[in-house]
């Protein structure tokens, strides 16, 4: 009895070749309702773990870009209940933002 991998094999074979699967499955000794039946059983599963093949997967490098983007981050903005608003850009120091929002949160006009 043939496994799924070997099964896997033959399906992507007849679909390379290019022949019907009457004409595959008799060159090839089976029945055309096996091919029909795994490649529907192949496609309902999903891509198996390993290749048709039996070959390990191939990876490709991946090369990692800290910041790609040419455009500069968008401000953040604070909307504050009294209807203030404070945009802070990236970088800003953590101990100013502290002071400003409670100066921008008070009821006194600024």
């Given at each position: 009895?043939?496994t799924?991998?070997?099964?896997?094999?033959?399906?992507e074979?007849?679909?390379?070749?290019?022949?019907?699967?009457e004409?595959?499955?008799r060159?090839?000794?089976?029945?055309?309702?096996?091919?029909?039946?795994?490649?529907w059983?192949?496609r309902?599963?999903?891509?198996?773990?390993?290749?048709?093949?039996?070959?390990?997967?191939s990876?490709l490098?991946?090369?990692?870009?800290?910041?790609?983007?040419?455009?500069?981050?968008?401000?953040?903005?604070?909307?504050l209940?009294?209807?203030?608003?404070?945009r802070?850009?990236?970088?800003?120091?953590?101990?100013?933002?502290?002071?400003?929002?409670a100066?921008?949160?008070?009821?006194?006009?600024?």
């Amino acid at each position: 009895m043939a496994t799924r991998a070997e099964w896997a094999e033959r399906v992507e074979r007849w679909q390379r070749s290019g022949l019907s699967a009457e004409k595959f499955a008799r060159r090839e000794g089976y029945k055309p309702k096996q091919l029909y039946w795994w490649r529907w059983k192949l496609r309902a599963d999903g891509p198996s773990r390993s290749s048709p093949s039996g070959e390990a997967p191939s990876f490709l490098p991946v090369h990692v870009v800290t910041d790609a983007s040419p455009i500069a981050p968008e401000p953040i903005e604070i909307a504050l209940p009294n209807g203030r608003v404070v945009r802070v850009r990236p970088g800003f120091d953590p101990a100013t933002l502290e002071r400003v929002l409670a100066l921008a949160a008070e009821e006194t006009s600024c």
